[in-house]
């Protein structure tokens, strides 16, 4: 399942991967598949990209859904024994809770290794090239979405400080802001200056905390 994430829509249609996501803190992995993974990873945690080792994620390219499906089943099915229990901090509404496996990732990267070949199939082998690659297509459309953002935090912080949509929105642009970092992709080239001061200056971290 798909649910609608905290960042800007960035869009991906017409694919569908298969995704390893292993968790950064202990030997525990999430697989599945998805249309657009962007979308998929930041229901399952809205920084995921500081929850999740990127570098040990995977990302196979399935090309159909029914592609997808099927592969996803044969990891269910090789790696039954070794389910575990989803992470607390995983929400529920992210119907993340299934697929979920410890100790496996050398196997499930080497199975995934075999289906690439087999099939003709690309194997992303690190996560970390894919998401810059993915916000760098997207990054032009980082200025002007800051902006209408931070406009609506700077009517907010002057009317209606409590406002609890503020909150979620300021949280979105941090973290957005964030991500673009972990990517290893400078920000100031691409936000107006009044976003670049709002970003440097830590105390709106806090403001509607």
Known sequence: MEEDSPYP????????????????????????FSRDPFTRFSTLHRRFFDFFDLERGLLLDAERVVHARRIERRLIETFREQRAMAPLVVPASAAGHTEWYRGVHADVAALLE????????????????????????????????????????????????????????????????????????????????????????????????
């Open 9 to 32: 829509r960035f869009a991906s249609r017409g694919k569908a991967y298969v995704y390893v996501l292993p968790c950064r803190d202990e030997d525990l992995l999430k697989v599945g």
């Open 114 to 209: 075999d289906i690439a070949s087999a099939e003709g199939l690309n194997l992303s082998r690190s996560l970390n090239p894919w998401l810059r690659a993915y916000l760098e297509a997207r990054a032009d459309l980082l200025y002007d979405w800051s902006t209408r953002i931070l406009d609506t935090l700077d009517w907010a912080a002057h009317n209606s400080p409590d406002d609890p949509d503020a909150k979620r929105l300021r949280t979105a642009l941090i973290d957005t802001l964030d991500m673009f970092v972990a990517a290893g992709l400078a920000v100031e080239p691409r936000l107006p200056q009044r976003v670049i001061d709002w970003y440097a200056n830590g105390q709106h971290r806090h403001l509607f905390d």
